[in-house]
């Protein structure tokens, strides 16, 4: 089932990424905490009806246990935030999601495993066609656009600090995610549903101090406005709930194919925000989708 719970969460996290993107604004300096706000408001939402639902009891200090893996991700997500702002998602999220080598890599240092040879090609498919996209897309985006004559906006602008956020997202996503992988998958030291409850709520606890901070400053939220961040935070915690359990059947393969939800990132950026895509850029996308499906035969053997 981990096969299906990580396609579930690569097409959900793919999908909010183009929420996130319309939802930036560059000239908004609190953009991002904006959208941490609404992130967390859905996940807390979330975790308490989970909770109802399914008749379980929340453990305080599970909030601790599962803190360091907490803390890489909302760090991650936050720097990604304000990312978003400078730079094409058509970048940012291949290069962010480079984090999947790094995961397995880890991993598989750390924790030696048997993998069949469907599975590592699989992941070497993948991994190779997200960080090709990633190389592919800062080579080609700016010659592109102006080929088309196209006015590069200022949240377009790509330069050294623009591509330090992508950078940085994916060392502490690709941290955070090996440290789940340990959690979750190889020393069980948390339950998938105390660790799903425990990061949203962590989560709530990272929005309710953004929006005090914005009240402190007089910036103004208005909640039933912000459609574009309520949708990505939606997605992300579709998203969030099926990566857990993906996360604790194999992490060492599923992180790599998670990360190629910039895949669908790209996808749809070029659908809904016009962005560029060239053929190589399709011979990439078809790569990845080949990866994709070894690792699903490979799942199914």
């Not at 102006?146 to 600090?161: C, D, F, H, S, T």
């Amino acid at each position: 089932m981990w096969f299906l719970f990580a396609l579930l969460t690569t097409l959900s996290w793919g999908a909010a990424d183009l929420f996130y993107k319309k939802g930036s604004d560059s000239n908004d300096p609190y953009s991002h905490l904006k959208i941490v706000i609404m992130v967390g408001l859905v996940m807390g939402i979330h975790a308490t009806a989970y909770m109802l639902i399914k008749g379980l009891s929340f453990d305080p200090f599970d909030l601790v246990k599962y803190l360091p893996v907490s803390a890489l991700y909302i760090l991650s997500m936050t720097i990604g935030y304000i990312g978003l702002r400078y730079i094409e998602l058509s970048i940012a999220s291949p290069v962010q999601n480079s984090s999947g080598a790094l995961t397995a890599i880890l991993l598989f240092i750390f924790f030696p495993q048997d993998l069949s040879a469907l599975d590592i090609a699989g992941v070497i498919v993948v991994t190779t066609g997200v960080i090709g996209l990633a190389i592919l897309e800062k080579k080609q985006q700016t010659e592109a656009l102006k080929m088309a004559n196209v006015q590069i906006e200022k949240k377009y602008q790509i330069g050294v600090l623009a591509i330090t956020f992508p950078i940085l997202y994916a060392i502490f996503d690709g941290l955070g995610t090996f440290a789940d992988g340990i959690y979750l998958d190889e020393m069980k030291l948390i339950g998938e549903d105390a660790a799903l409850i425990a990061y949203e709520y962590t989560f709530l606890i990272c929005a309710a101090a953004a929006y005090l901070y914005l009240r402190h400053k007089n910036v103004d939220f208005r909640l039933f406005k912000e459609r574009d961040k309520g949708l990505a935070a939606v997605l992300e915690t579709t998203g969030q709930f099926f990566y857990v359990f993906a996360m604790s059947g194999k992490a060492i393969i599923a992180a790599p194919m998670i990360a190629s939800y910039s895949i669908v990132s790209v996808i749809l950026s070029r659908l809904f925000l016009k962005e560029i895509l060239s053929r190589n850029h399709y011979l990439v996308i078809a790569w990845v989708l080949f990866g994709i499906l070894i690792l699903g035969i490979s799942d199914a053997l």
